[in-house]
Nanobody
């Protein structure tokens, strides 16, 4: 059975950092891309980053560009999301998901967006809370 599990969330003061991990069981990330999504209460799920596991291609939402970095560790079959200079508006449940080749990206008048429902494997989330 294929499973993805995000972990590493927690409570952090604004300006601080956290590192999330996404671990897969039942398959390896090779040939896939791993996307990170988040959902705050009352808001739509937002795709924040995607990384091609083998080739390192990346995508970042404007809201996190320059602050978040996705990184893959092939030896550990793990993808990380390093989050720096966190803001209270980053508070959300964070999820990881995997898709063959690259994340599904949909056009939007405000810029391309990652598409959660287009991801082949979607995992459970981890809570990130940023307080000011």
């Amino acid at each position: 059975e294929v499973q993805l599990q995000a972990s590493g969330g927690g409570l952090v003061q604004a300006g601080g950092s956290l590192r999330l991990s996404c671990v897969a069981s039942g398959f390896t990330f090779g040939g896939y891309a791993v996307g990170w999504f988040r959902q705050a209460p009352g808001k739509e799920r937002e795709g924040v980053s995607c990384i091609g596991y083998s080739d390192g291609r990346t995508f970042y939402a404007d809201s996190v560009k320059g602050r978040f970095t996705a990184r893959s560790d092939i030896a550990k079959n793990t993808v990380y999301l390093e989050m720096n200079r966190l803001k209270p508006e980053d508070t959300a449940v964070y999820y990881c998901a995997a898709n063959e080749d690259f994340c599904t990206v949909t056009p939007d008048p405000r810029g391309p967006k990652l598409y959660w429902d287009g991801m082949e494997y979607r995992g459970k989330g981890t809570q990130v809370t940023v307080f000011s």
